[in-house]
């Protein structure tokens, strides 16, 4: 996301961002979060002290001093503030024609009085929480060179008051927590240059546009904890640059063949939802890296459909409930990572309770996960563990 606001601004963020990398200054921390040095936190802290007014936000005493000042053209940047106290301060109707990003949360009323301000038409990034109780953004509100959207509670199905209102430009956009929102607007296929797609903790959300097929810049879609949701259009075949994609905890039962057609995708999140086959064209993903089929007790494959779908896994999670085929160990690499039983296994007196890797496999005595004999060799399969495989 950062990066995306950065180029926004006009910044080379990758570019940038690496020179900062490569100082020490900045660093993206096991959760995919960019943490900074504490000198270069301080630095910035520093400089919005010397201005009278900051260009930053996020203190609340910075917050009231905006509402004080007078009806003149304001050089605020961004606002990123949590207002907690009760009373929403009065303000002179100053108008922020340079505001980039902004991010309110502080209930309806304070929001209402903020975006009365929001004159810029360089808004970048527009966070807003608590949207329940509106029909559509503010049509006042430039979104031409919006790049990154996100809301939380967003219901109504009319975003834009305006034909020329939805952000083109858009490359992240991030609905959550709603319970009555049950499809998208028609607009949603035009935003062509999209390339991260959040829709999760959607109670009611039942389908995706046929349009969603024209957003072929998608590299990540995110659907999960979307209970209602039950099938994906044909479309999503289109989407040759997806490579990550979170189903979990969905009432999904099938996916389309057209899923084989994903090609760059790398990463598959299907833990917990309700699955119970997969496409045959899903051993056409070559490039997967990470498969998650945790807690899909319904799922039901083959062997020989589990052999090449792991045929270039390096992460692989499995749960109890995934049936397949009982056989043989498969012919072991001399580089491949084995997998071993924790618990114990059929024919002896306990239930299973799983596998995990172990060594490289030279011919250990403990006994291999049977995945059945084959050509294809488990030679990439690393990291992940088999939790309560009793049906194996």
């Known amino acids: 996301m950062a990066l995306r606001i950065w180029d926004g601004c006009g910044w080379e963020g990758s570019l940038g961002f690496r020179s900062l990398q490569n100082k020490s200054l900045v660093e993206v921390d096991i959760e995919n979060k960019i943490r900074m040095h504490d000198h270069l936190r301080d630095l910035g802290r520093d400089l919005a002290k010397d201005q009278t007014l900051p260009r930053r936000i996020w203190r609340t005493e910075d917050f009231e001093d905006l509402f004080l000042q007078s009806s003149v053209v304001t050089e605020v940047r961004g606002i990123c503030m949590r207002w907690t106290k ?18 309110i949360d502080g209930g309806g009323d304070l ?45 109504s199905k009319k975003w834009w008051q305006k034909e020329s209102q939805p952000p ?43 349009s ?35 189903l979990s905890y969905s009432s999904l039962n ?8 994903l090609k760059n995708l790398q990463h598959i999140n299907l833990s917990y939802s309700s ?32 052999r090449t779908i792991l045929r270039d896994v390096t992460e692989f999670h499995h749960s109890e409930g995934v ?36 060594g490289t496999g030279h011919g250990q005595d403990s006994e291999a996960v049977g995945l059945g004999h084959g050509s294809e060799r488990f030679e990439r399969l690393g990291p992940g563990q088999w939790w309560c495989c009793s049906i194996l």
């Open 86 to 103: 009760n009373e929403v301060p009065s303000f002179s109707g100053c108008k922020m024609r340079n505001l980039q990003l902004l991010d």
């Open 111 to 155: 929001t209402e009085s903020i975006l009365r301000l929001v004159h810029s038409t360089n808004l970048i990034w527009f966070r807003r929480h608590n949207c329940g109780g509106h029909s559509s953004l503010p049509s006042w509100i430039s979104m031409m060179k919006l790049r990154v959207l996100e809301m939380e509670g967003w219901n």
């Open 168 to 210: 083109l430009q858009l490359r992240e956009l991030r609905i959550y927590s709603s319970e009555t929102l049950r499809s998208l607007p028609d607009f949603f296929g035009k935003l062509a240059n999209l390339q991260h797609l959040s829709l999760s903790h959607l109670g009611s959300l039942e389908m995706l546009p046929d």
């Open 212 to 246: 969603l097929g024209n957003l072929t810049n998608l590299q990540h879609i995110n659907l999960s904890h979307s209970p209602a949701l039950k099938w994906l259009p044909d479309s999503l075949g289109n989407l040759k640059n997806l490579q990550h994609i979170n």
């Open 254 to 261: 099938w996916l389309p063949n057209s899923f084989g057609n």
């Open 275 to 306: 699955l119970n086959r997969l496409p045959d064209s899903f051993g056409n993903l070559t490039k997967l890296k990470y498969l998650d089929l945790r807690g899909c007790l319904n799922l039901t494959m083959s062997t020989q459909t589990l």
């Open 323 to 358: 049936d397949h085929d009982r056989s043989d160990p498969p012919e072991q690499d001399s580089e491949a990572v084995g997998w071993e039983l924790f618990g114990t296994g059929h024919g002896q007196d306990s239930e299973a309770v799983g596998w995990e890797p172990f």
